[in-house]
């Protein structure tokens, strides 16, 4: 099969091989555990045991970050080399492990973990970030659903707390995260300001629900921000971002705010542990390092309240545009220089549905 496939580190474009490789098989997976860098020999894995898992024929998959900073070797878990790139995307079962025999044939979303990414035109999704692909999605829409909806899910429902009425500014608001950061949190009648960069991605988060935008591009942000929310403050940062703006950025929360920390699009940077005495809480949000139970449950709630959302129409998945399989270094250049907005989602050739 063809697949992305990184050996080395540094920039997609440098380091990105469409390779033929071999196809993932049962007999291989039997011997495989799961850790927070992807499948490695059952030995090694935290929790010694086999994830539930599904081999899935490809239709397309989402372009995102992590497709960039992985090959970088900064993100913030070590992925073994060689690897297959991609995290997530829509096709159909071919054949899984027991407790999943019920999927073969259906079409589903799912994430996909390395080496086994969803750039190949067979990969391996596992349980249990594993679902039908909702109805009225097609195959384009479904590829960029299950990660962003997910973990944007987690921060602003879960762990983040957002309530209504509240001020929430959602930083990198026009990226895959960010758009579905700025959904949910508007949803819940928060007033969400959306911190982007130019004003094709102001009117993209303005679409979404955001009451309020503010452009770095064209400014200073804290100023933006300021001239918005005057002494108030903020009452929640949602920030798929951080790097070096987020210590200014915190300045701006009002005592008894919250900073989601979501993301790594501008770096990890260390954190001044004097922050405490402005009485604010630094929450960390990442849907990984829970027990195998526990992340099962909270994927099929989660699910569920976002299957009812998307037939509600108070979500929607945000891929921004169609590329070729031939075209993601490029595009994943483009997106590590912030040219794009929300998912870039590859099609492959034996997806009708695609457009």
């Known amino acids: ?24 098989t049962s007999a291989g997976l039997a011997q495989l555990g799961m850790s927070m860098g992807g499948w490695v020999p059952l030995e090694e894995a935290p929790y010694p045991m086999t994830p539930e898992w599904a081999i899935v024929d490809m239709r397309a998959a989402a372009l995102a970050l992590p497709d960039v900073t992985m090959a970088r070797g900064t993100y913030p878990v070590p992925v073994p080399r ?21 999927l073969v044939g259906s079409r589903i979303v799912g994430v996909f973990i390395q080496p086994w990414g969803s750039l190949a035109e067979t990969a391996v999704a596992i349980a249990p970030s594993i679902m039908p692909a909702p109805a009225g999605l097609d195959d384009v829409e479904a590829a960029a659903f299950v990660i962003p909806a997910h973990t944007a899910y987690h921060a ?16 990198g608001a026009a990226g ?50 300021r001239a918005i929310v005057g002494d108030r403050g903020l009452d929640v940062i949602v920030d798929p971002v951080q790097g070096p703006s987020a210590v200014r950025l915190r300045r701006l929360l009002a005592p008894d705010g919250r900073h989601v920390l979501c993301g790594h699009a501008g770096g990890l940077e260390p954190i001044d542990p004097h922050f405490y005495v402005a009485n604010v809480t630094l929450v960390g949000a990442t849907l990984g390092g829970y027990p195998p139970a526990e992340m099962a449950a909270m994927f099929d709630a989660a699910s569920a309240d976002l299957t009812s959302m998307l037939a509600a129409g108070t979500f929607r998945p ?38």
């Not at 060689?82 to 019920?102: C, D, F």
């Not at 602003?156 to 930083?171: D, F, H, M, P, Y």
């Open 1 to 24: 099969m063809r697949a992305w496939r990184v050996h080395d580190f540094g920039e997609p474009a440098d380091v990105f091989r469409l390779e033929e490789v071999d196809e993932p």
């Open 176 to 225: 895959g995260l960010g758009s579905a950061c700025v959904q949910l949190a508007a949803a819940r009648g928060a007033r969400v300001i959306a911190l982007v960069g130019g004003a094709e991605k102001a009117e993209h988060c303005r679409r979404l629900g955001a009451t309020e935008t503010v452009d770095h591009a064209a400014g200073d942000e804290i100023d933006g921000i």
């Open 318 to 355: 945000t891929p921004s545009q169609v590329v070729e399989f031939e075209d993601v270094p490029s595009v994943l250049t483009a997106m590590a220089a912030r040219r794009t907005i929300g998912r870039p989602v590859v099609r492959f050739a034996e997806s009708e549905e695609a457009r």
């Open 82 to 102: 060689p690897y297959i790139s991609g995290q997530e995307g829509v096709g159909v079962v071919r054949e899984t492990s027991n407790a999943l025999g019920h």
């Open 156 to 171: 602003v429902v879960r762990r983040g707390q957002i309530q209504a009425n509240e001020v929430v500014l959602v930083t």
